[in-house]
């Protein structure tokens, strides 16, 4: 029987601690199984390669039926792992918050509990008329959000 834990052993003796790691797993009733990896400096086609014949030779021997795939975290998919966030620093963020408000910013800094994002807002000069662009930084604590996408520019 192919179980998640089986899986995440699986994955555990071939990527160790090393740089590649796991952000998701999926396996559905019918034993297709779903790998989601990342990496501190990105994961290549070839490291999902070397995964999936790790897990496939270990699952051939069990001769189950199943069906795996393994493939990169996705440029569109919400971070996952505080891990994550490193690879990012200048990239554009949008941020959902826990108490439902949104926010954007260029992520500027991140060191395990919060991250800093930089972002320029228009406001009213503070003498005259008229507005100035002002570049401000907020604070956000990494238990505050409950979901972060990376903006891709085209």
Do not use: W
């Not at 199984?33 to 699952?59: A, P, Q």
């Amino acid at each position: 029987m192919i179980t998640k834990e089986n899986i995440l052993i699986l994955i555990a003796e071939h990527l160790g601690n090393g740089p590649i790691f796991v952000t998701g797993l999926r396996i559905s009733s019918d034993n297709q199984i779903n790998v989601f990896l990342d990496g501190d400096e990105g994961v290549t086609i070839k490291d999902c390669v070397s995964l999936s014949r790790h897990i496939e030779k270990s699952l051939d021997e069990q001769k189950t039926y199943y069906a795996l795939d393994v493939s990169s975290h996705g440029a569109t998919t919400p971070l996952i792992l505080p891990r994550q966030y490193k690879k990012h620093i200048g990239r554009e963020f949008e941020i959902k918050l826990e108490d439902g408000t949104k926010t954007e910013g260029s992520l500027v800094e991140f060191n395990g509990d919060e991250i800093i994002l930089e972002s320029s807002v228009r406001e009213n000069k503070p003498i005259g008329k008229g507005k100035i662009t002002v570049t401000k930084q907020q604070i956000i604590k990494y238990n505050q959000i409950k979901e972060s996408k990376v903006k891709l520019k085209f």
